[in-house]
């Protein structure tokens, strides 16, 4: 086989970030990535929530700087730019409408193929791409999402998952119902450092799928009583939450034999959650694997880097089959 370099630019829109990243691959017996770029513009305010039209405001008003900066960080032009990808779903429609207006128009206007991309599984393929995880289940933990997935007998499948709420949507109201801003969960893991005494909650894992609503719900009233610190309140909300996540973790790599353990999406930048999950696989003789902060968090070099891989395997996504697709599950991709 031939060995060729390809280059793919990224869009990711799916919530409040907007993204532009770019990744290379070496094509060759084994194919070899690295990241070029990866331009991560948050849209955010002082209360917390995303109202979907603002967010998609900030995007159109980023756009343009994002894609000239990612160029100019990975030292290269439009014309040497090779694929288009961009985040296709799921997400919210207003925000994922942006960017695939702006990948359209690349690749129409540059002419270059266009592939768009399930943004769960760009997560996990990141993963696999900037650590030593070769074939691992991923706990995804995000606002919007929470999922347990893994590559398994020829798909992507979802092992767990949230039957409400994302983790982190849900740490976000509680901090903002006690006044601690936006976002919510680095907040409440400094508040929790204080706790010193454990609250019963609600405790909601079903088979493998986990709820917090009922949580937020009890946590929510528990405050409002008066009875209790924040500090403890935080404390026992991160214990609680968090080891659902690790039981329905653990009991996917003991359903599926993987033995490694891969996190990703901003709730997994939360230090407690890291040792949980440290702890856990050690227990269990896996591994885990941590991506940095800006590859955990929503970001474009992920886009770019599903984009090369599914463009390797021959998905093409024409303009007029780009539409966005707010409820693509992963496991339909
Ligand atoms: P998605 O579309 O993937 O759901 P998102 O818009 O929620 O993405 P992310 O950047 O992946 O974006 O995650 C943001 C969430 O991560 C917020 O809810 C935020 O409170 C949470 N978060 C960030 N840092 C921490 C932390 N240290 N501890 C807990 N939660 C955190
Ligand atoms: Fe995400």
Known sequence: MK????????????????????????????????VLANVIKQFTTKTGGIIPAEAAEHHVEVCDVAIKEALAAAAIKIRDVDIISFSQGP???????????????????HKKPLVGVNHCISHLEIGKLLTAAKDPVLLYASGANTQVIAFEAGKYRIFGETLDQGVGNMLDAFARHI???????????????GGKNYIELPYVVKGMDVSFGGILTNITRKYDNGSYSKEDLC??????????????AERALAHTGKTELLLGGGVACNARLQEMCRIMCEERGAKLFVPERQFLVDNGAMIAWLGILEYLKGTRTPVERSAIKPYWRTDEA
Not at 8 to 24: D, R
Not at 104 to 109: E, G, K
Not at 179 to 193: H, I
Not at 237 to 245: I, K, N, R, S, V
């Open 179 to 193: 006044g601690l801003g936006f976002p919510g969960g680095p907040q409440v893991m400094k508040m929790a450092k």
């Open 3 to 34: 060995t060729s370099e390809i280059v793919c630019l990224g869009i990711e829109s799916t919530a409040h970030t907007f993204s532009v990243g770019i990744a290379t691959a070496t094509v060759a017996e084994k194919t070899r990535g690295k």
């Open 91 to 109: 997400g919210i429609g207003h925000c994922l409408r942006i960017g695939a207006a702006a990948a359209r128009t690349l690749a129409v206007v």
């Open 235 to 248: 404390y026992s909300l991160q214990e609680t939450t968090f080891a659902m996540l690790v039981e329905v």
